[in-house]
């Protein structure tokens, strides 16, 4: 894979398009908004945006059910305002990734409306069609009955997103094709051409949705990576510094077969020990929000030590170091914020571990500000998710400052509660969430030991110990998200660079660490 240069030091912060800043007063944000506040996105320290969906769509998923790859949703503007804000982006050196939605479509798509019609033509076999209504399609979900054509279509999670088709890996049915058939290559071949429209455009990259589900009973996944490989072999030879982040949160596989970037998400599918065990291992009832128990890594009054993370981690970490990147995220969309279970101190001490890891990290919009978690009624497919998707809370103005726009107009209502995590707010408290995520990201970028360098090393981590302390370079970096107190001897002579919670530091040693993260460097004359 081709080294990118500006990933080094990325660190990226994921837009919600219609939550951040309504630039016309119909309640929507779109991307004159985001222009807008570029500023504020670099002062923050962030240098790449990660934008969610924004092509046409009739958003029944929120714009993960698209209508037309090539057109940006009239909600959020016109193409060339993509254009605008990309060039806005790269005058300040700053990276655009944009969200590629490649295992299905909106039912309003004109392919799948073509591949409805009885009569074959030349997308009939785009998506996914059994012979006839009454074909099991086995393991996948299908729709019948609601167009011309005999035979029911796959699914990939709601009924708006019939599933395209990129093949099966074993074919068992005369309805299926192999990953390469002539149908299954023109799906990829089309997926091609949307990824070089945009990036002829000045787009940097994409992260993909759902990266892994591509091709369909795929043991291993092993043919969709064979899909993904022929694609960027196509993509990159006009476009070599096209970036891409997956949506897999399995780097040994997602990495291996050329993404840049892998998500380490809270998926079932990559044995629920990764960001799982730090910030979701919890139990919560979706319907009335009640959280009967939390034992995360991070919640201190967890016993839970770091090594059900470093088991999986460490695996993963050591066969793909020399092949990209695992990203860490403070939230996004699919998630539940997580305010709604830390308190502000944890969160800090959470900032800390991600904004310190090795990889790419990426910054959900609001989480520097501490925005709460909302529950309030789903909108566009989001169910529980729909709370992590209000407006940016900007100031105390109308709309807390995102719209000029009616109230009963918004996108989303935005919090009521006389909320103090407003930007405004956040500015005007030196020691506001706001200006300790600030201050963890310039750090980063002062330090290329602190930058996406793959040169992490454990330095302390036992099993009925929440003390944990990692290496990167020269510097040494100390996670103890707990009431107790422990110390922690040291292999030289450190510097305090940057601390929250208690603790001393006395000579060679940490003593009485409380509820801390501390970074320290090694002192010049300690350096070997």
């Known amino acids: 894979m081709q080294h990118i240069k500006w990933l080094e030091d990325a660190v990226f912060y994921e837009i919600y398009p219609q939550s951040f800043y ?3 007063q119909d309640g929507i944000g779109d991307i004159k908004g985001i222009i807008e506040k570029l500023d504020y996105v670099q002062t923050l320290g962030c240098n790449a945006i990660w934008m969610n969906p924004c092509f046409d769509s009739p958003f029944k998923d929120a714009g993960y059910d698209v209508r037309d790859y ?5 909600r959020y503007g ?3 305002d993509l254009v605008m804000l990309v060039n806005q982006m790269h005058e300040r050196n700053m990276h655009l990734l944009l969200d590629l939605v490649p295992c299905h479509t ?7 409306k073509e591949s409805s019609k009885q009569e074959k033509n030349m997308y009939s076999h785009r998506y996914i069609w059994t012979n006839g209504a009454f074909d099991k399609p086995n393991n996948l979900t299908a729709v019948g009955g609601e167009c011309e054509r005999n035979g029911t279509y796959v699914i990939s999670f709601f009924n708006c997103q019939p599933s395209l088709n990129y093949g099966f890996a074993k074919v068992k049915e005369s309805w299926q094709y192999a990953i390469d058939s002539k149908e299954a290559l023109a799906t990829q071949d089309a997926m091609i051409d949307v990824m070089k429209y945009w990036l002829s455009m000045g787009v940097d990259g994409f992260r993909v949705d759902m990266a892994a589900c591509l091709v369909k009973n795929d043991d291993g996944e092993v043919g969709t990576q064979l899909a993904w490989k022929r694609m960027f072999k196509e993509v990159r030879q006009e476009f070599p510094e096209a970036v891409f982040v997956s949506e897999w949160s399995n780097p040994t596989r997602a990495l291996k077969c050329g993404f840049n970037m892998d998500f380490y998400l809270d998926h079932g599918w990559n044995g629920g020990n990764g960001y799982h065990h730090l910030l979701r291992d919890q139990d919560i009832d979706l319907n009335t929000y009640e959280i009967k128990k939390d034992v995360s890594y991070f919640k201190t009054e967890s016993t839970q030590s770091i090594l059900p993370f470093l088991k999986e981690y460490l695996n993963n970490y050591n066969q793909t170091k020399e092949d990209g990147f695992i990203s860490f995220i403070t939230d996004n969309h699919d998630m539940i914020r997580i305010s709604k279970f830390f308190t502000e101190e944890e969160i800090r001490i959470i900032f800390g571990f991600i904004f310190t890891m090795p990889g790419v990290p990426f910054l959900y919009y609001g989480d520097e500000i501490g925005m709460k978690y909302l529950e309030i009624p789903t909108k566009e497919g989001g169910y529980h998710r729909t709370g992590s998707r209000t407006p940016m809370q900007w100031d105390h103005s109308m709309n807390l400052g995102f719209s000029k726009g009616k109230e009963e107009h918004l996108y989303l209502p935005v919090e009521k509660n006389n909320t103090k995590s407003t930007v405004e707010d956040a500015l005007n408290d030196p020691n506001s969430l706001y200006y300790y995520v600030q201050k963890l990201i310039s750090l980063r970028h002062t330090y290329k030991d602190l930058q996406s360098l ?4 454990v330095y302390y981590a036992k099993a009925k110990s929440k003390l944990f302390a990692y290496k990167r370079g020269d510097f040494l970096i100390v996670v103890f998200p707990s009431l107790k107190t422990e110390n922690l001897k040291l292999d030289g002579a450190y510097e305090v660079i940057y601390s929250v919670g208690n603790f001393v530091l006395e000579s060679k040693f940490l003593k009485d660490i409380q509820n801390a993260f ?7 004359e300690e350096k070997q």
Do not use: V
């Not at 793959?454 to 090393?457: C, E, H, K, M, V």
């Open 22 to 24: 309504d630039s016309n």
């Open 70 to 74: 090539k057109k940006i949703a009239s």
């Open 78 to 80: 016109i193409n060339e």
């Open 106 to 112: 909106s039912e309003e798509h004109p392919w799948f």
């Open 454 to 457: 793959n040169n992490f090393t």
């Open 518 to 524: 501390i970074l320290l460097k090694r002192k010049k």
